[in-house]
């Protein structure tokens, strides 16, 4: 008894995930580049990218839900199923996330930056680089690699803080500072909860992997 | 601390919290020189719903049958072990089959009313064993038929004949003239196998309704039903030597969304052999 149309459906969906994980990579790596230099056009065509980061979960909700209806997914297919539609959700909002840091850009007008960007930039690389192996994980059915990729986020949250005390002392020093203060600690509070994202995966995977619920740090 | 959810699972509430009406232990039939089923090992709850899937030939109707020694109306059958009824071994010298056949009724693949009207139909059993009054017979033709949800659509045509009716009303019939015996524990064996869509979903909501009362053992080969209806499944395997064994038992919620053994999960979910 093969189940050839549910493995090329799963197939299928789990390749969408991935591709929707791509967009949404991209598009946060984008965004603090286009901050880092200032680069306000750049910025506009992520926002405007961000639609089809949208438009492509609700395409994978919907073939989901016609896989479930139509294959009678149960046991490990049914989980990954499930997992799914959570992580094309998380990966939603984690495109929400890099197109506010592109709004960021766009709010903050033609003032230079207080300072050349370099901890932001690299709490966004380590957090799509988290991302990338999360979603290897996912795809390779891997519960082991998922439970030790959210050992990174300390990384990320010790950048976090190092950003918002260099703030705070901005701000504290030179009161005009404070909008572009401000907006720039958001821009790093996004990127953070980007990370907080992929353990939010990386627990589905090991759903998906072994059924078990766990909470991930 | 575990949040308390404002959802209802109610399979899980159901495969909990339940005595054993039946008890199956070290179970083993064999029909003349080949064995049927091996080494079973199976505990069937009271007003649960119990379901036995696996493969076609793999023992389920074996297992069910010897629930209540339907399988020693074949001749060269042979069985080794126990099967408790309420504690008591039913295989134990002495024990009344008939009175064991009547705790534990069954109902069939192929609707098989008789050849009478869907009252006398009913009314068989209770006067095999020797009733005749006819306000009781009455009584329990119209609770038995109430229970087999299939009283309304009767009740004016009590005489007609039983072959008369639908499929699924002659199922429900061979339902109620089970439950006219008051049985304890109802077996099924496919009972909606031949049975349109909305017939079968009509026989799984009554075996909802069912279970209240009695305990339910279903083989099934429909595995969706198996996951809609049964608190508790069982899946069975037959095994090189072509002797069924069971590979699982298990909360049917458990079952089917992580089950333990890799061959369950093969199985159900049809990537099997």
Not at chain 1, 85 to 110: F, Q
Not at chain 1, 154 to 167: G, T
């Amino acid at each position: 008894m093969p189940r050839t149309v549910l493995e090329t459906e799963l197939r299928n969906l789990k390749g969408e995930v991935l591709k929707q994980g791509q967009m949404v990579g991209d598009a946060m790596l984008a965004a603090i580049e286009a901050l880092k230099h200032r680069d306000v056009e750049a910025s506009r065509r992520i926002m405007a990218a961000d639609r089809d980061i949208n438009a492509l979960r609700f395409e994978i909700e919907r073939a989901t839900l016609i896989v479930i209806a139509t294959q009678q997914p149960l046991a490990h297919d049914l989980r990954l199923l499930a997992s799914i539609l959570d992580i094309a959700g998380e990966l939603e909002r984690m495109g929400d996330y890099a197109k506010g840091i592109a709004k960021i850009n766009i709010l903050m007008g033609d003032k230079p930056l207080l300072k050349p960007l370099i901890d932001l930039p690299r709490m966004a690389e380590i957090a799509t680089d988290m991302l990338r192996q999360a979603l290897v994980a996912f795809s390779n059915d891997d519960a082991e690699t998922a439970r030790a990729i959210p050992g990174r986020d300390d990384e990320v949250d010790a950048l976090y803080n190092q950003i918002y005390r260099e703030l705070m002392t901005f701000m504290i020093q030179d009161p005009k500072t404070i909008d572009q203060a401000n907006y720039l600690l958001w821009a790093a509070h996004n990127v953070e909860r980007t990370a907080d994202r992929v353990t939010n995966i990386c627990e589905r995977t090991i759903f998906t992997a072994t059924g078990e619920i766990v909470e991930l740090a | 601390m575990q949040p308390h959810l404002n959802i209802t699972e109610p399979s899980r509430a159901a495969a909990t919290a339940s005595s054993l009406k039946m008890e199956v232990r070290h179970l083993s039939v064999t029909y003349k020189t080949s064995r049927a089923v091996k080494a079973i090992d199976l505990p069937v709850y009271e007003n649960r719903v119990l379901a036995i899937i696996g493969p076609s030939g793999c023992g389920k109707s074996t297992l069910l049958r010897a629930l209540n020694r339907m399988n020693d109306l074949i001749p060269g059958a042979r069985v080794e072990g126990e099967v408790l009824l309420d504690g008591e071994n039913i295989y134990a010298p002495g024990q009344d089959v008939v009175d064991i056949r009547r705790r534990v009724g069954m109902v069939f693949q192929r609707p098989n009313p008789f050849p009478m009207s869907v009252y006398d139909n009913v009314a068989f059993g209770p006067r095999l064993l020797g009733l005749r009054k006819k306000s009781v017979l009455d009584e329990i033709v119209e609770q038995s038929l109430r229970s087999a949800a299939l009283w309304e659509q009767v009740k004016d045509h009590l005489g007609q004949s039983g072959m008369a009716l639908s499929g699924g009303q002659q199922q429900r019939l061979c339902i109620a003239r089970t439950i006219a015996m008051e049985p304890e524990v109802i077996l099924m064996d496919e009972p909606t196998s031949a049975l349109d869509p909305m017939a079968t979903l009509t026989i799984e909501d009554l075996i909802q309704r069912l279970k209240e009362n009695y305990t339910i053992v279903i083989v099934t080969h429909n595995m969706q039903q198996a996951a809609r209806i049964s608190d508790f499944t069982a899946f069975l395997n037959m095994d090189s030597d072509r002797a069924g064994y069971l590979v699982e038992f298990g909360p049917t919620v458990d079952v089917f969304t992580n089950p333990k053994e890799k061959l369950t999960e093969d199985y159900i979910t049809g990537r099997f052999g």
